[in-house]
């Protein structure tokens, strides 16, 4: 079972707030917000989400700058929004993961 599949994903914990053209012009961070164009953003971005890694690229930033000069549909912008909550649940696996092993390597 994949994180983006199961029912967790649907609890979104972004919101996308304001209406407008939908279209990716300038992406970027500020106060929890990701920044689409000048009037549209996603909203409640944990910045360690924004933040996360994977294979050495931040995977929130990729993920919408893939998709520059496009207009989101609802379908990508609820997409977008089960990506977050799949990186904040497995920033929080991780993190349980090394409470339970403590010192790395294990010896």
């Known amino acids: 079972m994949t994180l983006l599949k199961s029912n ?9 707030p ?3 053209s939908n279209t990716v012009e300038k992406v970027s961070y500020a106060s929890g917000k990701v920044w ?8 409640r971005v944990p910045e360690e ?3 996360f890694k994977i294979g ?5 930033d ?6 520059k000069g496009r207009t989101l549909s609802w379908e990508d912008i609820n997409h977008y929004q089960q990506v977050v909550v799949a990186l904040n649940e497995t920033i929080r696996i991780m993190e349980s993961i090394d409470v339970i092993i403590g010192e790395w390597p294990i010896k």
Do not use: L, P, S
């Open 56 to 60: 050495g690229y931040q995977v929130c």
């Open 49 to 51: 989400v924004w933040n």
């Open 8 to 16: 967790k994903g649907n609890d979104f914990i972004t919101t996308f």
């Open 18 to 20: 304001v209406t407008g």
């Open 62 to 67: 990729k993920w919408m700058k893939d998709r």
């Open 36 to 43: 689409i164009n000048t009037g549209q953003y996603f909203d």
